[in-house]
């Protein structure tokens, strides 16, 4: 009887599995749905891993993070953090108004590449239509350029109604709502990384704190999406927006809400390196910037802070003799870029 039954089970189970074959060789898995046909037929289309799109593949990256999770951070203690990471390992850059990669920015692109290395570099334009030397350059190198996505945003004239006193404060905004939508770390365009910033992706939301003058700095902002000081910002400009005040909203009123909510924030000392380092930097052969994490070059503002200086802006050959600290750290990317990816820095023109 036994015998029978398992003789029985044997014929069954061997005649559905021709029956799945016969299936399976009728209708493929990995066919692609006729915009015609009707679906119900046809088994969940199986993406294999090559045909993933760009947006596919960030979107998973963003999953394993942040997305499959609602993190109630009423009780996170910022100053211990999370024992897992919980912000994706994604990088934005925000590029109004321009569509021009210049030097130091591409220079910037290459130390979040290799001294972050992030499943992801966002780009967030409001045109996105680059073009250039550098430009061209970084696309050259297949590994970095299969992780940027450009993500076109529209540019918006006003805040909750309120017109703009600057494009750059568009750009403050901008970044809580991208952090507010997908989390990760936000750098501005003259931030240069020097070592990973990993260790912060443990945090709700981690910002460089400069103690001598007791403000906040958020060139560099790397958050959780649903942290609380992004929105406790963000609804600040609704009531509080100055359009004349050049760093009010941007860093006074985070500033006073963290020294009110301290546990809303880890802030980092120092090591973001947000404060003022012209001096460090543009004059001074400076040994110790290779302690911090990332660097805010300030690059916009030598005109004034470093006016002695005959360059005005840098490029890949008066950065070679540059004495001071900012071309040593330039040197240092560059050689790793040529060495790895075979870039000449000396070629202006890419051939294709
Ligand atoms: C905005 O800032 C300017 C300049 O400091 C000041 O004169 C003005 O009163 C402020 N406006 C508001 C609404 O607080
Ligand atoms: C902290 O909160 C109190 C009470 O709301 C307020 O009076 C004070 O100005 C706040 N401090 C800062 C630095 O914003
Ligand atoms: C900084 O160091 C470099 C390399 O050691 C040297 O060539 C340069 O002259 C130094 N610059 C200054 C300002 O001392």
């Known amino acids: 009887m036994k015998i029978k039954i398992r003789k029985n089970f044997l014929t069954i189970s061997i005649f559905s599995f021709l029956i799945i074959c016969i299936l399976l060789l009728k209708f493929p898995l990995s066919e692609k749905l006729n915009e015609n046909e009707s679906n119900e037929k046809i088994a969940p289309r199986i993406i294999e891993a090559s045909t993933e799109t760009l947006e596919e593949k960030l979107l998973k990256s963003l999953y394993k993070f942040s997305y499959n999770q609602f993190i109630d951070f009423e009780n996170f203690n910022n100053r211990k953090g999370s ?20 030097f130091y920015q591409a220079i910037n692109i290459y130390s979040i590449f290799l001294n972050q290395n992030p499943d992801f570099i966002l780009i967030h334009c409001n045109d996105c239509k680059f073009s250039g030397h550098y430009w061209e350059q970084i696309n050259s190198i297949k590994e970095l350029k299969d992780k940027i996505i450009l993500n076109k945003i529209k540019f918006h004239e006003t805040i909750f109604g309120q017109e703009y006193g600057w494009i750059e404060h568009a750009s403050d905004t901008w970044r809580l709502m991208i952090l507010m939508n997908y989390g990760g770390i936000y750098l501005d365009n003259d931030v240069f990384v020097i ?30 999406r649903n942290a609380r000081l992004l929105r406790a910002h963000f609804d600040a400009y609704r009531t509080a927006y100055n359009s004349s005040e050049w760093y009010y909203n941007a860093g006074i009123v985070p500033t ?13 000392r120092r090591k973001f ?3 003022i380092h012209t001096d460090e930097l543009y004059k001074q052969n400076w040994s110790s910037w290779k302690r911090l994490d ?13 006016e002695e200086s005959p360059i005005k802006d ?34 202006k023109s890419i051939r294709k």
Not at 196 to 210: A, H, M, Q, T
Request: proline share 2%; net charge positive; hydrophobic share 35%.
């Open 256 to 268: 006073n809400i963290v020294l009110n909510h301290s546990y809303m924030a880890h802030t980092v």
């Open 294 to 306: 990332t660097i805010h070059l300030l690059i916009n503002h030598r005109s004034y802070l470093d």
């Open 273 to 275: 390196g947000v404060g």
């Open 195 to 224: 070592n990973s910033l990993n260790k912060y992706r443990k945090y709700e939301l981690s910002v460089g704190w400069e103690s001598y003058k007791e403000v906040l700095g958020t060139q560099v902002l790397i958050a959780h």
């Open 83 to 102: 024992r897992k990471f919980i912000i994706p390992n994604v990088v934005h850059l925000l590029y109004l108004n321009t569509n021009e990669i210049k």
């Open 314 to 347: 840098f490029d890949e050959e008066n950065i070679l003799s540059y004495p001071y600290t900012y071309g040593e750290m330039c040197r240092l990317i560059m050689s790793k870029i040529s060495k790895l990816y075979n870039i000449d820095f000396k070629r």
